[in-house]
């Protein structure tokens, strides 16, 4: 079974509007969640958390981890056309090896 | 280098043959990671470079995929025999260290016909 989910899957807002975007996993040894931006190929890094409760922010886009209940939530605000993208959750856990798993995206759309 | 850079951007090539995909992670990274993502999903693990050496092979598929980073370096991704399934980006990853963000390269795409 998937062990990242994100919702939505996709999404379509107007320029100006606030976004939520949702991923939670079911992993064993946690250790960072990561959210990226996939524009064409390359994801681009956003945000690792590794503490609940500590808000990350980068101008319009901000992001929490709740350990507890096992998601976190991306927000942007004042959305633009250039947000336009698929945003990725990664949750990185096991035993020594540091590799990520994915979920399959949220596909947001910012309509001028 | 600035980025991770991988060559080429695009790879057609016919059912049965071998390819290589190629990696030039950050200078100084010292963890390499391949990545294959199919259309509508994320990234899926292949294999983890710590320096010169596989840490980590679990996500290769079967013995068709083989990768090598012989300096701690550049890596290769090598598939022999290649399936129409294969068809996807390749995408390598770079980090300082390992649990630190990894930075990705533009990915290889591959088709197979």
């Known amino acids: 079974e998937d062990k990242v989910v994100q919702s939505p899957l996709s999404l379509v807002v107007h320029e100006g509007d606030t976004v939520t975007l949702n991923c939670s996993y079911e992993?064993?040894?946690?250790?960072?969640l990561l959210w990226y931006k996939q524009e064409k190929k390359a994801p681009t890094f956003l945000f690792m958390l590794?503490?609940?409760?500590i808000e990350k922010k980068s101008g319009r886009l901000s992001s929490i981890l709740d350990k507890k209940e096992l998601f976190s939530i991306l927000n942007i605000t004042a959305t633009q056309t250039g947000d336009s993208a698929v945003y990725l959750c990664a949750v990185e856990w096991g035993g020594s090896n540091y590799k990520l798993t994915f979920g399959k995206g949220t596909l947001l759309t910012v309509n001028p | 280098g600035a980025g991770v850079s991988q060559t080429p951007s695009n790879k057609v090539t016919e059912k049965g043959k071998y390819v290589e995909l190629r990696c030039d992670p950050i200078?100084?990274?010292?963890?390499l990671y391949w990545y294959r993502q199919s259309l509508g999903q994320g990234p899926e693990f292949l294999i983890y470079?710590?320096?010169?050496?596989?840490?980590?092979d679990s996500g290769l598929p079967n013995d068709r995929f083989f990768a090598v980073r012989p300096e701690g370096s550049v890596s290769t991704l090598k598939i022999q025999r290649t399936e129409r399934g294969d068809s996807a980006v390749y995408l390598c990853?770079?980090?300082?260290?390992?649990?630190?963000?990894?930075?990705f390269g533009q990915g290889t795409r591959l088709t197979v016909v």
């Open positions: 470079f710590q320096g010169t050496g596989a840490a980590d």
């Open positions: 992993v064993t040894n946690f250790r960072s």
């Open positions: 990853a770079s980090s300082m260290h390992p649990n630190t963000e990894a930075f």
């Open positions: 200078s100084g990274h010292t963890a």
């Open positions: 590794t503490s609940s409760g």
